[in-house]
């Protein structure tokens, strides 16, 4: 049963609107992550959070905000959405312990248009 | 910061063969490294973890070896088989005692040929 789920799996998001990305673990997890896929990239990280009620920003925040309003969920917030932000994002969570271990849900592809 | 470099970018191998990713990465203080695998659609599945005091670990058909002195990762898939088709990445651990995320390679992406 999968542990980290994502919602919606595909989104087509029109440029300037608004676009909330989902996440849901059932891992128990401290430490949750959000990441975009790019062609010929590797993942790189938007936004984190380890506790509720606070998140952190990663290596690449602008024009993204995230929401942790519980342990098990960890929302991804483009209030603008742009051309450029066309990606795969991946949610991930990990215990507090052992928080390199990271395990991931299945992607969301965003296409703006 | 902790940069990653993985090649090739695209790799093709006949069924039975050994496939063979490599990555170099520029942080010597790096103690975590990381093997993923994307199949089409999926999320990244953990394939293996090594710790910085490890130069060699063989799981299931799968050979990682870690050289320190040239910062040097690869992952080898002896007797490659066409389920092994799919994204692979790298990533090694970065950041400070507070916080340690993941760097990821770029990807090479396998195809296994019957």
């Known amino acids: 049963e999968a542990a980290v789920t994502q919602s919606p799996r595909s989104k087509v998001a029109v440029t300037g609107g608004k676009v909330t990305l989902s996440c849901h673990q059932t891992?128990?997890?401290?430490?949750m992550y959000w990441y975009r896929q790019d062609t010929g990239h590797g993942l790189r990280l938007i936004h984190y959070s380890y506790v509720a009620d606070s998140t952190e920003k990663g290596d690449i925040p602008d024009g993204y905000k995230a929401s942790r309003p519980s342990q098990e969920n960890f929302s991804l917030i483009l209030e603008l959405a742009s051309l450029s932000q066309t990606a795969v994002y991946f949610c991930?969570?990990?215990?507090?312990?052992?928080?390199?271990?990271?395990?991931f849900g299945p992607g969301t592809r965003l296409l703006v248009l | 910061g902790e940069q990653v470099e993985q090649r090739p970018p695209h790799l093709s191998v006949r069924e039975g063969d050994s496939a063979f990713i490599i990555c170099t990465y520029t942080?010597?203080?790096?103690?975590?490294f990381y093997w993923y695998k994307q199949e089409p659609g999926a999320g990244l599945q953990l394939l293996m973890s090594?710790?910085?005091?490890?130069d060699r670990k063989e799981e299931q058909g799968l050979t990682v070896l870690l050289n320190k002195k040239d910062k040097r990762l690869s992952l080898n898939l002896t007797a490659a088989h066409p389920g092994d088709s799919a994204v692979y990445f790298c990533?090694?651990?970065?950041?400070?005692?507070?916080?340690?995320?993941?760097?990821f390679g770029q990807g090479t992406s396998l195809s296994v040929v019957p």
């Open positions: 942080d010597s203080a790096t103690a975590y």
């Open positions: 891992n128990n997890h401290d430490y």
């Open positions: 090594v710790f910085s005091n490890v």
């Open positions: 990533a090694v651990s970065a950041g400070s005692s507070s916080f340690s995320k993941l760097v």
């Open positions: 991930a969570s990990s215990d507090a312990a052992s928080q390199d271990t990271q395990y």
